[in-house]
C-alpha cells in the first residue's frame, strides 16, 4: 500500500492536518500520484473551493482512491463542511473512488479581522459583519488538537495500514 500526500497551504493550517496523515503512514509515502494507491488531497478554501492549485493537481488523479481534507475560516457547520467536500469531489472523475473526507476550521490572517472592524466602524449594525467578527475569533485557535485528534480517528477508521 502506497501512500501520496498532495496539499496546498498558505498560512499552515492546511499542513497541520497534512502531517497528521505523513505521520501515520510513514513508511508507506510517496511523492508520486501515480505511483500511490491511495492520495489525500488537501486544501484551504479559496472562495469556497479548493485553491487553484489543487484544482489542478485533483484534475489529474485518475482511477485512484482518494481522500479528500481542508480547512475553512468558517466553522462549526457540519453542512458548510459538506458542501466544500461536494465541490472538491467534484473535481475528481468517474475512475476515482472516494474512501473519505475531513474538514476543519482554520485561523485567518489578522487582515480579514480589520477589514471586518472597518466595516462595523462604518455599519455598527451590520449583522452578518458581527457574526463574521465573531466567526474570526473563533477560528483563531483552529485547527486545534480536537481537530488533528478527530482527523487521526477519521484515518484509524480507513484501516489503511
Ligand atoms: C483569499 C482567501 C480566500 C478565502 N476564502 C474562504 C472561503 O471562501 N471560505 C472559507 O471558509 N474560508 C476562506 N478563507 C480562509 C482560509 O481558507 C482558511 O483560513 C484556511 O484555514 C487557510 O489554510 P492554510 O493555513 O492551509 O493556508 C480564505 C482565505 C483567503 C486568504
Redesign the pocket.
Known amino acids: 500500500m502506497k501512500i501520496c500526500v498532495l496539499y496546498?497551504?498558505?498560512?499552515?493550517?492546511?499542513?497541520m492536518l497534512a502531517d497528521v496523515i505523513e505521520k501515520k503512514y510513514m513508511g508507506t509515502l510517496t511523492d508520486d500520484p501515480a505511483d500511490a494507491d491511495v492520495v489525500f488531497l488537501g486544501?484551504?478554501?479559496?472562495?469556497?473551493?479548493f485553491s487553484e492549485k489543487m484544482k489542478e493537481q485533483a484534475e489529474k488523479i485518475h482511477g485512484k482512491k482518494v481522500f479528500i481534507f481542508g480547512?475553512?475560516?468558517?466553522?462549526g457547520s457540519e453542512e458548510?463542511y459538506g458542501k466544500?467536500f461536494e465541490r472538491a469531489a467534484g473535481l475528481l472523475d468517474e475512475s476515482d473512488e472516494i474512501i473519505g473526507h475531513y474538514y476543519c476550521?482554520?485561523?485567518?490572517?489578522m487582515s480579514?479581522k480589520e477589514r471586518y472592524v472597518a466595516m462595523l466602524r462604518e455599519h455598527p449594525e451590520d449583522k452578518r459583519m458581527q457574526v463574521s467578527l465573531q466567526n474570526f475569533e473563533e477560528?483563531l485557535t483552529?485547527p486545534d488538537q480536537k481537530d488533528l485528534e478527530r482527523l487521526s480517528e477519521i484515518l484509524d477508521e480507513l484501516k489503511l495500514a
Open positions: 496546498d497551504s498558505v498560512t499552515g493550517n492546511t499542513k486544501s484551504w478554501t479559496d472562495k469556497g473551493s480547512t475553512c475560516g468558517f466553522g458548510y466544500l476550521q482554520g485561523k485567518m490572517p480579514v477560528a483552529h
